[in-house]
């Protein structure tokens, strides 16, 4: 309830869309967001850049599926796996990394998926410190391709339903299912 007061509405394009947050509030309430909430969130970011740019969802689904098995993966070894063929701008040894819908996407939107990857990989091998400051600056990284953009940002509360706290993981959060942040 406290971001929609804090938030206004205004139309665009004919559609009714919610003014962000400022940034540095944003940022403050992404802070007590778990690494598998903001994961989720630069994932749900993602959907919205394919609907409003009309790209082809059929071919994203495979890279969705693969950014969603983030959240419910018990073993991030096994998802690091999972992901590494759609990096952009990356090779696999011994196959020639050639995602077909990257084939025509700009670099800042190349970027951005690197961004949400990144999310994930941030602190696979690190001890989590301080709200992770590696996940939330990829995160933020995807908010700030969003605004420039001009794509509506997903609501933050469902994703604070998943805390950065030592309970939880120790910042990681719970392993939850993609219905979870819907």
């Known amino acids: ?11 665009l394009g004919g559609q009714t869309r919610i003014q962000p947050l400022p940034m540095h509030q944003l940022t403050e ?8 909430g903001r994961m989720a969130y630069a994932i749900t970011c993602l959907e919205i850049i394919i ?4 790209l ?24 690091e796996e999972l992901i590494m063929p759609f990096i952009p701008d ?4 011994g196959q020639k990394y050639d995602y077909k819908p990257y084939q025509h996407l700009s670099q800042e939107l190349l970027a951005c998926i690197d961004e949400i990857i990144e999310v994930g990989r941030g602190n696979l091998y690190a ?11 990829s995160t933020l990284q995807v908010v700030r391709y969003m605004l420039a953009n001009n794509h509506p940002l997903p609501l933050i509360e469902n994703f604070q339903r998943s805390p950065f706290t030592l309970q939880d993981q120790h ?10 942040f819907q």
């Open 56 to 79: 082809n969802e059929v071919e994203f689904q495979p890279l969705l599926d693969a950014l969603w098995d983030f959240t419910s993966n018990p073993d991030l070894s096994d998802w």
């Open 90 to 93: 990356s090779e696999i040894p």
């Open 29 to 36: 309430q992404l802070k007590l967001v778990s690494i598998t």
């Open 1 to 11: 309830m406290y971001q929609f007061l804090a938030q206004l509405k205004y139309f």
């Open 171 to 180: 910042g990681w959060g719970k392993r939850l299912n993609r219905d979870f």
């Open 51 to 54: 609907r409003d740019e009309k």
């Open 127 to 137: 001890g989590v410190r301080t709200h992770s400051p590696a996940t939330l600056e």
